[in-house]
Nanobody, 118 residues
Framework: QVQLVESGGGSVQPGGSLRLSCAAS????????MAWFRRAPGKEREWVAT???????SYATSVKGRFAVSKDNAKNTAYLQMNNLNPEDTAMYYC????????????WGQGTQVTVSS
């Protein structure tokens, strides 16, 4: 079992930045793949980025160049640095994890809300 806890959400003006964290705990061996998703009001859940165990991260087109993911393996924590935020980024952000990358992910956090408005 893997438990995921997101933090770092909040309200920010357009053009601002936020950094989300996802702390993983529980029983797992080796490194795990972690990914970020978001769900905006009235919309389907959308993949944002993936942090593979080995390989370069990948990003959705809508966030590429503005968002960056990283991972501290010693702390089992993943980060999502979000820059130049716009109102379309408003959503509940979730992290997910599994031994390998790719849906469906069996482990999910509870989500953290990001609101971008002026």
């Amino acid at each position: 079992q893997v438990q995921l806890v997101e933090s770092g959400g909040g309200s920010v003006q357009p053009g601002g930045s936020l950094r989300l964290s996802c702390a993983a705990s529980g029983t797992f061996s080796g490194r795990i793949c972690m990914a970020w998703f978001r769900r905006a009001p009235g919309k389907e859940r959308e993949w944002v980025a993936t942090i593979p165990t080995q390989d370069i991260p990948s990003y959705a087109t809508s966030v590429k160049g503005r968002f960056a993911v990283s991972k501290d393996n010693a702390k089992n924590t993943a980060y999502l640095q979000m820059n130049n935020l716009n109102p379309e980024d408003t959503a509940m952000y979730y992290c997910a994890a599994d031994k390998t990358c790719g849906s469906p992910y069996p482990y999910w956090g509870q989500g953290t809300q990001v609101t971008v408005s002026s």
